[in-house]
């Protein structure tokens, strides 16, 4: 997944804030949130990210497992990110929780 151009992020102590500049939303992101992105531009996978936000914020990983996909799915069907062949497709893997 990527970042799709039309999108400006700013990183403050609080979190961070999302702009989506075409659709003139603005969205508030809580400091996990706000490094899930960091990480995302920076080129990690999504296996990266969430080895990355368990070490960082001391959680469970199977608790990041879900959260960091419910995020990314949100921000999938926001428009804030892209899959890696370009699509906005609200398409992502279901966490097998059963």
């Known amino acids: 997944m990527e970042i799709r151009e039309h999108i ?3 990183k403050c102590q609080e979190g961070g804030v ?3 500049v075409v659709q003139g939303k603005m969205y508030g992101l809580n400091p996990v949130a706000s490094r899930i992105l960091e990480l995302l531009s ?3 996978t999504e296996t990266q ?3 990355e936000i368990s070490r960082q914020f001391t959680v469970d ?3 990041v497992d ?3 996909d419910q995020f990314l799915h949100t921000l999938l069907e926001l428009q804030v ?3 890696v062949d370009g699509s906005s497709s609200t398409q992502i ?3 097998s929780s059963q």
Do not use: A, P, Q, Y
């Open 8 to 10: 400006r992020t700013t």
């Open 18 to 20: 999302v702009l989506d």
């Open 42 to 44: 920076s080129g990690l």
């Open 49 to 51: 990210i969430k080895s």
């Open 61 to 63: 990983i199977e608790i």
């Open 66 to 68: 879900r959260d960091v």
């Open 81 to 83: 990110v892209s899959s």
């Open 93 to 95: 893997k279901e966490s």
